[in-house]
């Protein structure tokens, strides 16, 4: 593309992390990074460039998001009760310890930069925990409802409230909004800093916003599924343009 000097003309960076399991392709049968292309087509389509973060030495997170605009926390499997000091739910994943570790790692490193970060899912679930706060280990359990994960990869619809006067009201509007849901974990404590955007009937927060300026969005939904939530991937890189231009600025 070729940049016509405006801020528009930008395309940034959008770091995306990925999950590292054991996958198969062809004969090969070997531990691999993957994520599912509905997260690359959301960024692209909305005019940022997807870079990849799969699971690593956390220690290099700072330098894995130097030449990054923003960040994606994407889904995935079970973020571990022992790092909110809970006992494990029989439910409950078996631990990713290395992608815990890097992701957390990522997310401090993105807020040292003051980077726009949008979490998805596991990504709300794990900046909660990064924040201090802690998690319903298994809601059919602890709410009586099966509603948020159906399971068999087949995604459920519930309806969500979103607060009025929320950023996330600016994004896609206040009031109820039809989601695609594939969880059996959720919000309990409630991290330091973070507000309620939104909610279901039965009170399960829903997304959550950082309560400073700074720009931190996250659902408990999967917006990748749905095309009329690519409002909150084009509000993200919307915001990662300003925040290149700024950095450019300030050079």
Request: aromatic share 6%; net charge negative; proline share 4%.
């Amino acid at each position: 593309m070729v940049s016509n000097g405006s801020e528009d003309a930008v395309r940034p960076l959008i770091g995306v992390t990925t999950y590292l399991e054991r996958a198969q392709q062809g004969v090969w049968d070997v531990r691999a990074s993957f994520l599912p292309a509905q997260y690359l087509t959301s960024v692209t389509a909305s005019g940022g460039i997807a870079m990849l973060l799969p699971p690593q030495d956390e220690t290099t997170a700072d330098a894995a998001i130097a030449g990054l605009h923003g960040l994606i926390l994407t889904g995935g499997a079970d973020v571990q009760p022992e790092l909110y000091g809970d006992e494990r739910h029989p439910s409950t994943d078996a631990a990713r310890t290395d992608r815990d570790a890097w992701e957390l790692a990522l997310f401090h490193a993105a807020e040292r930069r003051q980077m726009p970060v949008l979490a998805i899912c596991r990504g709300l679930q794990l900046v909660n925990v990064a924040r201090g706060g802690s998690l319903q280990q298994h809601l059919p359990e602890s709410l009586g409802t099966d509603r948020y994960k159906l399971g068999g990869g087949v995604f459920a619809e519930n309806e969500v409230t979103v607060a009025t006067g929320t950023r996330l009201a600016g994004i896609l509007g206040d009031g109820g909004l039809r989601v695609h849901s594939y969880h059996h974990q959720g919000v309990d404590r409630l991290g330091d800093g973070l507000v309620v955007s939104a909610r279901t009937d039965d009170g399960l927060v829903q997304a959550v916003e950082d309560s400073a300026n700074g720009y931190l969005v996250g659902v408990q939904w999967h917006p990748e599924e749905n095309a009329e939530n690519r409002r909150l991937f084009e509000d993200l890189v919307a915001q990662a343009r300003e925040f290149a231009h700024s950095e450019k600025e300030a050079r």
